[in-house]
């Protein structure tokens, strides 16, 4: 397992962050580092979103900043400039894979079908994003795929929650899980740290528990 993986696999639970304001991006990077989840991904759904990016790297080398959203080797690149040290796609483009090494940034494409997984295993990637994962079929799914594809692992994303990531996370072939949940869009707009910082901690535990 590389180091990529194994920053992952500590984390155990990523939170995923749209932030609308650049401002609110040092704040909540060092409520969730205090909390002790440090390493997130901001995705590049706002115009903030590079800006926010570039802060965090700048000023919180602790923290394993990655970004999410990520539709175009162009778009990789500004992320990659701006600090980003992963990238996530919600899908599966041989283009961003092919760009991500040129760019030497750990990429975690898409896939929500087998074969998608099979075509990202035979472009050389091995870890993947389940997502949505609610949609493919969540824990089934992963149970499904894992005697035939046993040399992948997967991080769950979209319909993963407080509720059920214990159980994702208890699956042989997850390796973290993704989720908007630990900082809510609407607690990051009433700049309430408090409430993200206790989020977090809960998820946190998490992380020791692995």
């Given at each position: 397992m590389d180091e990529f993986h194994?920053?992952?696999?500590?984390a155990?639970?990523?939170p995923v962050v749209t932030l609308d304001r650049a401002e609110h991006a040092l704040p909540l990077a060092r409520t969730l580092l205090d909390a002790g989840l440090d390493v997130l991904e901001l995705t590049l759904r706002t115009?903030?979103?590079?800006?926010?990016?570039?802060?965090?790297?700048?000023?919180?080398?602790?923290?394993?900043?990655?970004?999410?959203?990520?539709?175009?080797?162009?778009?990789?690149?500004?992320?990659?400039?701006?600090?980003a040290r992963?990238?996530?796609?919600?899908?599966?483009?041989?283009?961003?894979?092919?760009?991500?090494?040129?760019?030497d940034?750990?990429?975690?494409?898409?896939?929500?079908?087998?074969?998608?997984a099979m075509q990202a295993r035979a472009l050389g990637c091995d870890l993947l994003k389940l997502f949505p994962a609610?949609?493919?079929?969540?824990?089934?799914w992963l149970r499904a795929v894992a005697p035939v594809l046993p040399a992948l692992a997967f991080c769950?994303?979209?319909?993963?929650?407080?509720?059920?990531?214990?159980?994702?996370?208890?699956?042989?072939?997850?390796?973290c899980v993704g989720g908007s949940w630990v900082a809510p869009r609407r607690l990051i707009a009433a700049a309430d740290w408090a409430a993200i910082g206790r989020l977090a901690a809960q998820a946190a535990t998490r992380r020791m528990s692995r």
């Open positions: 194994q920053i992952l696999q500590r155990a639970v990523i115009p903030a979103a590079l800006e926010a990016l570039a802060l965090i790297a700048e000023a919180l080398p602790g923290v394993t900043v990655g970004v999410g959203t990520v539709l175009d080797p162009r778009q990789l690149q500004a992320a990659r400039v701006a600090g992963f990238a996530v796609s919600p899908g599966l483009d041989p283009r961003l894979i092919h760009a991500a090494r040129s760019f940034i750990p990429l975690l494409p898409g896939v929500m079908t087998p074969s998608e609610d949609v493919a079929g969540g824990i089934a769950p994303t979209g319909g993963v929650d407080a509720a059920n990531c214990a159980a994702y996370l208890a699956e042989p072939n997850v390796l």
